[in-house]
């Protein structure tokens, strides 16, 4: 079946609460095999084969955020997200080249140092919220590091992405909205203060300077509200979704101590196992794409151009015309062309920092605390978008050396 309308109620009563859950896969398998292509009653349609989602991607004819514009407070178009053709491509050339796998290689005893610094915080205790202190501040840290900023600020970045990206359950609606506002205009202000020093001083080796100080072949610029949204972008993307897959990741190996084992035992899957993780439990289970014509997809559905589609990575990447046993967790799995980073002209910029990330802190975790699970008392609950646990409670016995 190529083509289905939507069952409110399998979504809502199946689908939903499994995604706030500690195991979604099956959820995502049964949706997809039920509406492949999805109608919503909003009008909008949601796809999940692998094959329709990598040609929608591909498309020319799409933009790749929904034709939505400013979202999370910002004041404007967040580079280059939310730009599309030409003036995507043009930011896509000024900023790949800060990006590249060959970039990102010297930062490992970086990431490694600061991983190791911030566990010597809570190895030997025991027990730990691991989720505040250690999967949260990592990537803050790091993003810190590589802009040339002072550690001193983590704190108001982890509350920057902690007030815009993550609601306040004891507060309502508005109250979240305005909180979010709020965290908006911190950032900003922070971000001011940043940019006047940086404007002003001589040129160095970080990220910041160089887009301070960068210019086109014909001298153009980067202005200053432009730098605002670059950076602004690069605090609310790649912080907190790195942040959460270290902790999808923690929380499946706590249920899993086969396979953690297996890791441990043997840290040179940990490349492999860090792919297999990202396709199984992404951080970033969906996005939203908007033709700009009619599309007809591998499947046989056309879509009419306008229609905002809700491009499920996730199911697509447990698609089980691409991989073998998809449910199944495979450190050994090859090939495993997965598309947590999204696929097409807006594959994620960061890809490359996130893989580094991922890989070295993981390393590190498992070689300090290789012997842990969830505490008896945990409850695991998980954000929708982005998808992660906010709360991750760990117990261990704690190493000897540790101690």
């Not at 290789?370 to 929708?384: G, K």
Request: net charge negative; charged share 25%; proline share 6%.
């Amino acid at each position: 079946m190529a083509d289905s309308f939507f069952n409110p109620g399998f979504f809502d009563d199946v689908v939903a609460p499994a995604m706030r859950g500690a195991a979604p896969q099956q959820a995502y398998v049964d949706f997809a095999e039920r509406c492949p292509v999805a109608h919503n009653p909003d009008g909008s349609v949601t796809i999940t084969r692998f094959d329709d989602v990598r040609f929608l991607n591909q498309s020319r004819d799409v933009l790749g955020n929904g034709a939505d514009g400013a979202k999370l407070g910002s004041q404007g178009a967040r580079i280059p997200l939310d730009l599309d053709g030409d003036e995507h491509l043009l930011w896509r050339r000024r900023l790949n080249p800060l990006f590249t796998a060959q970039k990102m290689a010297p930062l490992e005893d970086r990431v490694r140092a600061r991983s190791i610094e911030l566990l010597d915080h809570f190895a030997a205790r025991g027990e730990a919220d691991v989720y505040a202190e250690w999967c949260a501040p990592l990537p803050a840290a790091m993003f810190l590091s590589i802009l040339g900023l002072p550690q001193e600020d983590l704190g108001q970045f982890v509350e920057f992405v902690d007030m815009q990206l993550h609601p306040n359950a004891d507060l309502t609606m508005e109250e979240n909205l305005a909180r979010m506002g709020e965290g908006a205009a911190k950032c900003r202000e922070y971000l001011d203060g940043v940019l006047d020093d940086r404007m002003k001083a001589a040129p160095s080796d970080d990220i910041l300077s160089w887009l301070v100080n960068y210019r086109d072949a014909d001298g153009t610029a980067i202005q200053r509200e432009e730098l605002h949204s670059i950076l602004y972008l690069f605090i609310l993307a790649g912080l907190d979704t790195t942040s959460l897959m270290l902790g999808n990741s923690l929380a499946y190996l706590a249920q899993h101590p086969d396979q953690r084992r297996k890791l441990v035992e043997n840290p040179e899957m940990w490349p492999r196992a860090i792919e297999e993780l990202l396709r199984f439990d992404s951080s970033v289970p969906l996005a939203v794409r908007t033709p700009i014509a009619d599309i007809t997809l591998p499947s046989g559905t056309t879509i009419k151009s306008g229609t905002l589609v809700n491009v499920s990575w996730a199911a697509a990447n447990l698609d089980p015309e691409v991989f073998v046993d998809p449910l199944t967790v495979d450190f050994d799995r090859h090939p495993n062309a997965h598309i947590a980073f999204a696929s097409g002209f807006h594959r994620c910029l960061g890809s490359h920092l996130a893989r580094l990330e991922l890989r070295i802190a993981l390393e590190e975790f498992h070689r300090r605390i290789p012997d842990y699970e969830l505490a008896p008392d945990a409850e695991l609950v998980f954000s929708h978008f982005p998808r992660g646990p906010r709360d991750l409670h760990l117990t261990w016995n704690v190493l000897e050396e540790t101690k």
